[in-house]
């Protein structure tokens, strides 16, 4: 497939990453001119070009730009009726897409995260897209959603990423200081997650619920460490915080 990605940041990078060596004639904007040279010269399949000549020799597009620097340029680019259309961009809605995109109308936004360069992440979309899953759909997570609120729940919902991995360093710098070894005491942290993780993939009728009450053991150190946390009000405080990214994201009653 001929793809085009507009913008060239950590995103963009990372579905570039993905899709390199798989047959595919990738072609990434001047944006960001380090991300994009520096791309050209790891890949054989990328290509750096001006935004229109991305549009104009693409398949599909992906749109990995901030809505304001968004609704600057994609009106001024050689879309096409036959164009698919797929954004990485929080705050552009689907029908804004529409208008942007004219004439192109097979339109999707995705939520890829920056783990989609080596595969195995999450990608919810809305609408389905038969694109992005021919291109993600055999290293990835496909995550189709009912509808533009759906989709913008789970860029909330993505928010705890920052959070959650800032616990596992902390988590990893304390087993550090006990042994000295800080690249074990993450690939320990990094490799324990993994595998709970993995659990509710690969194991239909096991979600979080279930892998809680197996590390509930009264008295024992999850289930007393916990304890302090919910005591501490952290689990309030972290639905207070995805609260209030509900007005941003439109999902306000």
Not at 11 to 23: D, E, N, Q
Request: aromatic residues 4%; contains cysteine; glycine residues 8%.
């Amino acid at each position: 497939m001929k793809i085009g990605f507009i913008g060239t940041g950590e995103i963009a990078a990372a579905m570039v990453k993905g899709l390199s060596g798989r047959g595919h004639q990738i072609m990434v904007s001047e944006r960001n001119a380090v991300v994009s040279a520096e791309l050209a010269a790891q890949f054989d399949d990328v290509t750096v070009a001006r935004n229109d000549e991305v549009v104009a020799g693409s398949e599909t597009v992906f749109l990995c730009l901030l809505a304001d620097v968004a609704r600057g340029i994609l009106v001024n680019l050689p879309f096409r009726a036959d164009h698919s259309v797929i954004s990485a961009m929080v705050d552009v809605s689907v029908s804004d897409l529409a208008i942007l995109c004219a004439p192109a109308s097979d339109i999707a936004i995705t939520i890829p995260l920056p783990s989609v360069a080596v595969g195995g992440s999450a990608m919810p979309v809305y609408p389905e897209n038969a694109a992005l899953r021919a291109l993600f759909g055999d290293s990835d997570v496909i995550i189709p959603c009912r509808s533009e609120a759906a989709l913008n729940a789970h860029f909330g919902a993505s928010s705890m990423a920052a959070t959650l991995l800032d616990q596992m360093r902390e988590g990893a710098a304390w087993l550090a200081n006990m042994t000295g070894d800080p690249k074990a005491a993450e690939q320990y942290v990094a490799t324990l997650f993994a595998g709970f993780l993995r659990q509710t993939i690969e194991e239909p009728h096991t979600d979080f619920a279930d892998i809680l009450d197996s590390l509930s053991t009264e008295g024992g150190l999850n289930a007393t460490l916990r304890a302090h946390m919910r005591d501490q009000a952290v689990l309030d405080d972290l639905t207070d915080g995805m609260d209030m990214l509900k007005s941003r994201l439109g999902l306000l009653d």
